[in-house]
């Protein structure tokens, strides 16, 4: 951890009697309220919707144990007991009285703490990893470097009045824990071609509500080069930046409206000016801040005492498997502590269990902790063998939520109870969510989500980089909570989209509750995350399921998009995701429970026996067809067989006699089939059939979805499975075959017009024979039946 | 009328040849030292070749919470400027060390404003000057 020196604490010491001073001279008329408004900001101090708030700076989220008790103190001194824990790393007091606030300072000095930027228009506080020093992927520990700039920027005298706030973010790691790319500067440490030390740097990223990733400025900048470098973009942005829009006045919009190249242009400019004032003074202070720095002594003790009760006790082992991240040095573990009870507000703290975390820390951690981005407290080093201890006092505490990932680990601004720029609630919803899912007890199996929620479009929550964003709105006058789906926050950010109209603060847990519905039935497997699921699947089905209602794009367009999202998938695995698919709507599936039928009606009957099946008696079937149509209707258990017989007033007018298949074989067919089958077909949107691509004719194009216009969806499971495919699981499954295989029946339709088929012929030789006629109109029209040469049902 | 401070405190303006417009610099091309009066959001890479001739730039200050003018002394005094820098408008007794800081000499205000924070409200703050971490790290 970094060691305040003398000129730190003669800097802070400074700044308080500063404070103090501008307070009298507010309260005395020197300054006027617009004058003062900025001094008060800059040392942290809000005027919120009931009270002052005080944000405290938690410099890289890095805190000791004296640091915390501190904190601690200040919140049962002066504040109601608690503190809030923000996506800036920091903590904030949300009831103290301005009388008390340099007292406030005063104490927090003691323990080289203050609030110094943390809010106003100037570089705020520096964040960073909050695995750093501990991650396993870390190329480097990037708090020396997140420090440097804390000083360099701390009452710098050039940009303490800046167009707007200026965030930035510094990571060790290629995976991106601290969201670079969402600030207004991020800062990677890489390694040059030579594998020299230095940054990438990336700018004009930024969330808002003109949410925006960050650019690249330069892959390598060598490391001494790092404050020239950045003092050069702050001063261009100081000098171009807008003012007269606050909404405009964010660098992301300077470099939006310039142009990445123009701007880089200016920056370099200035930095070759810029780079002869530093003689390398500021490295000196580099080195120094690293020796800070260095890993604490890692111990080798046994990890048995772990391994015993990660092996004897469930709900230590649910901890483990959900909190714990893989530390760099074998035998340790990093532990993320949630702050995210299920209802719970998310990233309060009471003063016990900021205590708590305290004499954790201290005893089995190496007295230090973490606040992340993610509102949680991390232990970044803590032994395996006293994981136990470390659990049973978390217990004890209350701060044991095994949810670190999961759906209720949420980001939630503090919103419109707290917040005088909110339109909507937050933090009730955040609540809301979590215990709804604890209730159902799907936390776990939904895996890691996450979701982001802000009150308003500045975005606190963070909303544009969750999995799920929710961003709360005010409608007039009724709260409106609008759905961002496939936001990322990590190395391969992006800002999320709206998924459609917003929704009433009643319906909007209902709508999340159905996404994840959603998910759960189309996801490929427990390892498909809801994230990697919406990258595969898109915003489509997660938009049919949240608007049922909504008009539907043309199945034209809709049928390529489906056949996208199912590709190379088995048939199993389509069928369980299709029945369930709320792109789909009603689905049955029709069986003439043929010759190959049952390899379908198996694997329909496995995966949703409810499903309505379509059977379509001609009145001229085989006995032995509708034999073994009830035999497995029983056998695999159907529950809603359907079957579909000619209309009898239409069969006595035309076919009196069983007489006009002799005649005409095409009106016979819709008399007898399509047309009862049409029939039964009203009120589906999509049904299953049996065609296989092996087939051959039309079907060797066979794709999963098919269209009938804009009707209906046709679904074909078995569309890639070869004739080898079909015997091989009858075999596996040891399925009765229709009677009539064995007696040289390989397809098997009306008995009049089937007959049975010599070895060497293909197998619908037997359908229809002597006529031109191959497929009886249900899946081709009789117009096109010249060109399929031997296809059909 | 207004008054100026600079490291000694309040004092009376000692600059008596009056000020031009940057517009009207390139006409002024053979009299004696200048000085100049800028907007805080000109380019002031443009004045460079006129450095020599300029004894004293004056940067407007619109309002106390325009920072542009800090950037603008700063780079001026990197693009070799060595003349007297003035910020003038609306600056508060807190913004001295700032200034100073940035490259300025000296501050020029209303009367009105300094009657509303008086010379000894600036003394205490620019006796805050010693705490900087910007000079640790840079020249």
């Known amino acids: ?793 | 009328m207004s008054v100026v401070i600079d490291d000694n405190g309040f004092c009376a303006d000692h600059w008596t040849h009056g000020f031009c417009r940057v517009d009207d610099l390139p006409a002024r091309e053979s009299t004696g030292p200048l000085a100049v009066d800028i907007d805080n959001d000109f380019d002031v890479s443009a004045l460079r070749e006129r450095f020599g001739g300029i004894a004293l730039i004056r940067v407007a200050f619109p309002t106390a919470t325009d920072g542009r003018g800090y950037s603008q002394a700063r780079h001026l005094r990197m693009l070799g400027y060595r003349g007297r820098l003035r910020a003038a408008g609306h600056l508060i007794a807190d913004q001295y060390v700032l200034a100073r800081q940035s490259g300025f000499d000296e501050v020029e205000i209303s009367d009105s404003l300094a009657a509303r924070q008086p010379e000894a409200q600036w003394r205490n703050c620019a006796s805050r000057a010693r705490h900087s971490y910007q000079t640790l790290l840079r020249t």
């Open chain 1, 1 to 793: 951890m970094y060691n305040y020196t003398d000129f730190d604490r003669a800097f802070l010491k400074a700044r308080v009697v500063q404070f103090d001073d501008q307070v009298e001279r507010r309260i005395g008329g020197a300054l006027t309220e617009d004058e003062f408004r900025p001094l008060r900001l800059m040392n942290g101090l809000y005027q919120l919707l009931h009270a002052y708030m005080l944000r405290v700076a938690i410099p890289y989220g890095t805190l000791n144990s004296r640091q915390m008790h501190k904190l601690a103190d200040i919140a049962d001194r002066w504040d109601k007991g608690y503190g809030h824990f923000t996506t800036r790393q920091n903590i904030q007091y949300h009831w103290p009285k301005l009388r008390d606030v340099p007292k406030i300072l005063a104490a927090l000095a003691e323990v080289d703490m203050h609030a110094v930027q943390t809010s106003g228009p100037c570089i705020r506080a520096i964040t960073a990893d909050h695995l750093a020093g501990a991650a396993v992927d870390e190329l480097a520990d990037p708090r020396p470097t997140a420090e440097l700039l804390r000083q360099w920027s701390s009452d710098h005298n050039e940009f303490a009045f800046l167009p707007r706030k200026f965030k930035i973010a510094v990571t060790g790691s290629e995976t991106d824990r601290a969201v670079i790319r969402a600030h207004d500067i991020g800062i990677q440490l890489v390694q040059g071609p030579e594998g020299e030390a230095g940054y990438k740097i990336l700018v004009g990223g930024g969330l808002g509500r003109t949410p925006m990733i960050a650019k690249v400025m330069r892959d390598f900048l060598p490391r001494a080069d790092l404050l020239p470098y950045v003092e050069a973009i702050l001063q261009v942005y100081n000098q171009i930046g807008r003012r007269d829009n606050k909404y405009k006045a964010r660098i992301k919009i300077t470099v939006h409206e310039l142009g990445i190249e123009a701007f880089r242009e200016q920056v370099e400019a200035r930095f070759i000016l810029q780079r002869r004032h530093f003689d390398g003074s500021d490295q000196t202070v580099l080195a120094r801040i690293e020796q800070d720095f260095t890993a604490p002594e890692f111990l080798d003790l046994p990890t048995g005492a772990f391994k015993a009760a990660r092996r004897e006790d469930p709900a230590f082992r649910l901890f483990a498997d959900t909190n714990l991240s893989a530390h760099k040095h074998d035998g340790y573990a990093i532990v993320s502590v949630s702050l995210k009870k299920h209802g719970a507000t998310p990233g309060d703290a009471s003063s016990a269990q900021m205590r708590a975390l305290a004499e954790i820390a201290k005893a089995y951690a190496h007295d230090e902790l973490r606040v992340s981005h993610e509102q949680n407290i991390v232990l970044p080093h803590v032994p395996l063998a006293y994981l136990p201890r470390v659990y049973a006092a978390l217990r004890a505490a209350d701060l044991a939520t095994a949810n670190i990932g999961l759906i209720s680990d949420m980001i939630a601004c503090p919103g419109m109870d707290y917040c005088d720029l909110a339109t909507a609630r937050s933090i009730p919803l955040a609540q809301q969510i979590a215990r709804r899912f604890d209730a159902l007890k799907l936390e776990h199996e939904i895996g890691h989500l996450k979701i982001k929620i802000s009150g308003c479009v500045n975005a606190c929550g963070h909303h544009h980089v969750g999995h799920i964003g929710i961003l709360g709105l005010e409608k007039s006058g009724i709260e409106s909570y609008q759905i961002t789906l496939g936001g990322e926050a990590g190395a391969e950010a992006g800002i999320g989209r709206r998924v459609g109209p917003g929704f009433s603060a009643e319906a909007i847990l209902p709508a999340i509750e159905t996404l994840i519905k959603t998910y759960l039935a189309l996801r490929l497997d427990p390892d498909e995350t809801f994230h990697l699921a919406f990258q595969r699947l898109g915003m489509a089905p997660f938009r049919a399921a949240l608007y049922p209602d909504a008009p539907r794009t043309p199945l034209i367009k809709r049928v390529p998009e489906l056949n996208r999202q199912y590709r190379d998938q088995s048939a199993q695995s389509l069928l369980t995701r299709a029945l369930k698919d709320p792109q789909l709507g009603r689905t049955a599936l029709v069986s003439s429970f043929g010759a190959e039928s049952v390899v379908l009606l198996h694997l329909v009957a496995t995966i949703a026996p409810d499903t309505p099946v379509l059977f379509v008696d001609t009145g001229l079937l085989f006995p032995e067809t509708l034999k073994y149509q009830k035999m497995l209707a029983g056998r695999f258990g159907l529950s809603d067989l359907r079957i579909l017989k000619p209309d009898r007033a239409r069969l006595f007018e035309q076919d009196p006699e069983n007489s006009l298949h002799q005649l005409d074989t095409d009106t016979c067919c819709a008399l007898r089939k399509i047309g009862p089958l049409q029939e039964g077909l009203k009120g589906f949107d999509a049904w299953i059939t049996g065609r296989k691509r092996y087939q051959g004719g039309q079907r060797q194009a066979l794709e999963f979805f098919e269209n009938e216009g804009d009707l209906r969806i046709k679904i074909n499971p078995l569309a890639h499975w070869s004739r080898g495919d079909m015997l091989a699981y009858i075999a596996k499954h040891d399925l009765p075959r229709h009677p009539l295989v064995q007696r040289g029946y390989p397809s098997i339709g009306c008995a009049p017009c089937t007959t049975a088929v010599a070895a060497g012929e293909p197998a619908r030789a037997g359908r229809w024979r002597n006529l031109e006629k191959t497929e009886c109109g249900i899946h081709f029209p009789p117009k096109d039946r010249k060109t399929g040469e031997s296809a059909g049902l």
